[in-house]
């Protein structure tokens, strides 16, 4: 069984901080990583993806990714209240059986940034 | 929310009714997916098409059909609704297979009494 795993929280963080998150995740044939938000009431929306090992930086996120210790994390610079939201990490794991890719969902990390 | 929509948006039915999702794109992406999402277990798939007529089941399927007659288009059928089905429904696309994005819709919240 591939799992994600992400810390539930809730994590709170005061606004203009540094928001760190976290997920680990079980296959080290893993190829690609998403992070996800979601708003509450909302559908996931999806603002990073990483493919390789080390940062990737999209505006005030970063990406991490490091495949031999099988950890992605998600770096939020300068939070804002806005950035209040469930944030949920997605692993494409290579499925044999099926011989195709699936995407698993970790169960999600809920930041609240604090005016 | 990537062209994507959903119908209908709320839902509330009956046990032992069949009750039919719809996913429409307007990407003209090839992939198509259907997941719920239910409190202590995140998203969890249910059914997917790689094209035209061709679908495959995901890790839910039971109690679930799809199908897929337009590239446009993607149904979810309930074939007779459970409370253990009260959920909310998110169909998702993606341009190839493979480990690439998925863009999601906005969601369908069923309820089954």
């Known amino acids: 069984q591939k799992e994600v795993e992400q810390n539930s929280g809730p994590l709170s963080v005061p606004e203009g901080a540094i928001a760190s998150l976290n997920c680990t995740y079980s296959?080290?044939?893993?190829?690609?990583f998403f992070w996800y938000r979601q708003y509450s009431g909302k559908s996931p929306e999806l603002i990073m993806s990483i493919y390789s090992n080390g940062d990737k930086e999209d505006g005030r996120f970063t990406a991490q990714l490091n495949k031999a210790s099988q950890y992605v994390s998600l770096l939020i610079r300068d939070s804002q209240p806005s950035d209040s939201a469930t944030y949920l990490c997605?692993?494409?794991?290579?499925?044999?059986?099926?011989?195709?890719?699936?995407?698993?969902f970790g169960k999600g990390t809920l930041l609240t940034v604090n005016p | 929310d990537a062209g994507i929509t959903q119908s209908p948006r709320h839902k509330v039915t009956e046990t032992g009714t069949p009750v039919t999702l719809r996913c429409h794109q307007t990407e003209n992406h090839r992939y198509m997916y259907w997941y719920r999402q239910d409190p202590g277990h995140g998203l969890r798939l249910i059914h997917y098409s790689y094209g035209v007529k061709d679908t495959d089941k995901g890790e839910v399927s039971d109690g679930y059909s799809v199908s897929r007659s337009k590239t446009e288009d993607f149904l979810l059928t309930l074939e007779s609704a459970t409370s253990s089905q009260t959920s909310v429904y998110f169909c998702?696309?993606?341009?190839?297979?493979?480990?690439?994005?998925?863009?999601f819709g906005p969601g369908t919240r069923l309820t089954v009494t």
């Open positions: 998702a696309i993606s341009s190839a297979g493979g480990p690439y994005e998925q863009y």
């Open positions: 296959d080290r044939v893993s190829q690609s």
């Open positions: 997605a692993v494409n794991f290579w499925n044999s059986g099926g011989s195709n890719y699936k995407l698993t």
